[in-house]
């Protein structure tokens, strides 16, 4: 595994734009997203980004 820094890709980016978006709109890459609904589930919502309870990103709606 290498990791890399985006900055050193910028110039990719609208290629990078216009390939996902392909594929997004294929179906071939899907987002994932862990809801709580109300901002009295904000503080669990938040702890639980440490204990590894969220799938993709974490929202709170409100």
Do not use: C, R
């Amino acid at each position: 595994m290498q990791g890399f820094i985006v900055i050193d890709y910028f110039d990719q980016f609208p290629e990078f734009i216009e390939q996902m978006g392909a594929w997004i709109g294929e179906g071939k890459v899907k987002s994932e997203e862990t809801v709580y609904h109300g901002i009295e589930n904000a503080v669990d919502a938040f702890l639980g980004l440490f204990e590894g309870k969220n799938k993709g990103k974490m929202l709170v709606k409100l």
